[in-house]
Structures are given as structure tokens and as C-alpha cells.
């Protein structure tokens, strides 16, 4: 009998990943991953104490790609670097990206938990959105979530016009975050 395998969290958390990505998260089990590895689901469960486990590993895993996109798309303008971040995840992961939010689960309500106040730091640094509540940058956030899922969902899908090249996609979504902090702006100058 040879030695038996050894694997760590983060090669059975690319595992999974890899799967989800190609096959969406609800094709993961335990078996398929250890299919994935090579190797008997033993490993595994010496690593996770069950599936519900991983998966909080997984949802990990998507927040920090979600960060990294951040961070890569970041132009100094961070609304809009937030916007071409995630729809760059969604290009780039579309199955993903479709079972989280095209499918009724709580992934991505987890998702939207953790990245919110990520999400509201970033925006806080941004000069045009200065002198904005946390309650009133949320409710902007929300605003352009909107938009910013139909454009993703219709990228995800292929649906996106084949004259328009990412930058143009790019340009719309920047001129409706404008219109969204304008918008902001009139509304608060017409409460006070």
C-alpha cells in the first residue's frame, strides 16, 4: 500500500472552484472533487468537516477574485473600477456568475454581505462622491447594482451587441454611474 495522498485547503478549494466555474456550484460533491484531485474524497474530509464547510471556502475564494478585479481594474476611480470589476467577473466567470445570481440561493447574499462594506470603503474614497451618508452611498450602490446586473447578465449570456467592444460597454457604464451621482446630488440639494 503506498503512501496516501495529501492535499491542502487551497488546492481543494481550486478544485471546487474549477468545477463551479465550468459546471456551477451545484455540481459540487465531494466525489467529484476528489475525481477532480485524484484521489479518494479521504483528503477532503480531513481538510473540510463537510460540504457546507467548503463552501463557505469557496464563497471566500470568489470574494478575494472579486477583490483582485477590483484592485486591477482600479483607474483612481473606484464607483466605476467596482462597476468594470464585476463586470469583468462576469465575462470571465460567466457560469459562476450566473448561479450566483441568476439562481435562488444564499451565496450570494453571503456574497453581498461581505462585500458591502468593502464595497462602500471603496466608494468613500472616491472625491466625487464625497459629502454622501453611508445610507446615501448604499442606496447609489443599489442604484447602479441594478444596471450594472442587467449589463452583466447580458454579457454573461453573449447578448451584448457585436459592434460594441468592451470599452464602449465600459463608457456606457461610467455615463450611468454620472447619471446616478447626479441624480444623488439633485435629490439631496432639493431635501436640504
Sequence with gaps: ????????????????????????????????IAEKMGSSVAPIYVNFKNTDELMEALIEKIISISQQLIIEE??????????????????????????????????MQEYDEKMMPELIK????????????????????????????????????????KEYTLQDIMDILSSTANDVIQSARMSKKEMS
Design 74 to 107: 482600479s483607474q483612481g476611480d473606484p464607483f466605476r473600477d467596482m462597476g468594470r470589476a464585476s463586470l469583468r467577473f462576469a465575462m470571465e466567470y460567466s457560469v459562476l456568475f450566473r448561479d450566483l445570481v441568476l439562481k435562488n440561493n444564499h451565496y
Design 122 to 161: 471603496e466608494m468613500q474614497k472616491d472625491p466625487e462622491l464625497q459629502g454622501f451618508t453611508v445610507d446615501e452611498l448604499k442606496t447609489i450602490l443599489l442604484k447602479m447594482k441594478v444596471f450594472q446586473l442587467g449589463l452583466s447578465i447580458m454579457a454573461a449570456n453573449g447578448l451584448l451587441p
Design 1 to 32: 500500500m503506498g503512501p496516501k495522498t495529501k492535499f491542502s485547503k487551497e488546492q481543494i478549494i481550486d478544485a471546487a472552484f474549477a468545477i463551479a466555474s465550468t459546471e456551477g456550484i451545484d455540481k459540487i460533491t465531494m466525489r467529484k
